[in-house]
């Protein structure tokens, strides 16, 4: 049987949303410079969108975690694939990630990059799954709350496919 798609956030509330957000950004950090670090690969789509808002001084940067053992529980294990290039010490470092459910990731990526003692460190994150959160992460943007089903599309993917769908969707198997 074909997966069906059902579109459960469109393109245009997508952008609208990011436009908030960037104004909520650059209110917050009034003009200081940034580091972004992306979380890939869902991230890429939503960080070029969001960062073209942005009016402070922006470096980007990349990382690549993967998690393996029990993926769908906190007892699972993460490690990073792809580490940061450019030094965060002093700096402050915006993460930005694309969706978050269990919270693994993304506490184990604060953990690491707080290691290097950034002047500040925060999370905006398009899509939040707090039904889904095992650990306690806090995240100090976020784009929409979403159901706990499997969402593709704007970046997001199933096994590699449907990133480039301009809604984000979800995927009934
Ligand atoms: P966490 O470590 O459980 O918070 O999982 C976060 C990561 O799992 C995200 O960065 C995504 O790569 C992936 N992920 C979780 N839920 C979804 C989803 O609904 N669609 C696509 N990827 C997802
Ligand atoms: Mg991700």
């Known amino acids: 049987m074909q997966p069906v798609l059902k579109p ?3 393109h245009d509330q997508i952008q609208s949303r990011i436009r908030e957000l960037a104004a909520d950004i650059n209110r917050d ?39 393996y053992g029990a993926s769908d529980t906190s007892s699972g294990k993460v490690e990073i694939t792809k580490d940061l290039e450019i030094p965060i010490s002093g700096e402050h470092v915006l993460i930005i990630e694309d969706i978050i459910d269990s919270g693994l990731t993304l506490r184990y990526l604060l953990n690491h990059l707080q290691q290097q003692q950034p002047k500040s460190l925060k999370i905006c994150c398009l899509t939040d799954k707090p039904e ?42």
């Open 8 to 10: 459960i956030i469109t």
């Open 29 to 67: 950090y009034a003009g200081q410079p940034l580091i972004i670090v992306g979380v890939l690969k869902g991230v890429f789509i939503f960080l070029a969108d969001l960062i073209r808002l942005l009016e402070m001084p922006v470096r980007v940067d990349f990382v690549r975690l993967r998690s």
């Open 132 to 173: 889904r959160r095992t650990l306690d992460v806090p995240i100090d943007y976020v784009g929409f709350h979403v159901p706990k089903g499997f969402l593709v599309g704007y970046g997001l993917d199933y096994a590699e496919n449907y990133r480039q769908l301009p809604d984000i969707c979800e995927l009934e198997l």
